[in-house]
């Protein structure tokens, strides 16, 4: 199983990123994944899940602001994020069960 992140960057307050997460090795209509992120000096946080027959979940934190889906023929799951703020900044990571990418870096930043 292999999950790789992509699409991170710095971005201003207000502004929008979408994340991706390549798989391998998995299905998505038989999995659930998750995206979940890690702040300088904090703990890991769920942000979001998406489940095998795709009913989506939210942190409050994230809810109105971050969109989960997926695209079944690609293996691929996305983090739309929009109206970001700073305390957004972090580390995210999509997950599998046990296996975990190897994150994207997140800035918000003006």
């Known amino acids: 199983v292999q999950l790789v992140e992509s699409g991170g960057g ?3 307050p207000g502004g929008s990123l979408r994340l991706s997460c390549a798989t391998s090795g ?21 942000v979001s ?6 009913v989506t979940q939210y942190s ?8 989960i889906s997926r695209d079944i023929a ?8 929009n109206s970001l703020k700073p ?10 069960g046990t296996w ?5 870096q997140v800035t918000v930043s003006s």
């Open 10 to 12: 710095l971005v201003q």
């Open 26 to 46: 998995i299905r998505l209509f038989s999995s659930t994944l998750t995206w979940s992120r890690q702040a300088p000096g904090k703990g890991l946080e769920w």
């Open 49 to 54: 899940t998406i489940s095998n027959n795709g």
């Open 60 to 67: 409050t934190s994230v809810k109105g602001r971050f969109t």
């Open 74 to 81: 690609k293996n691929t799951i996305y983090l739309q994020m």
């Open 87 to 96: 305390e957004d900044t972090a580390v995210y990571y999509c997950a599998a």
């Open 100 to 104: 975990r990418g190897q994150g994207t």
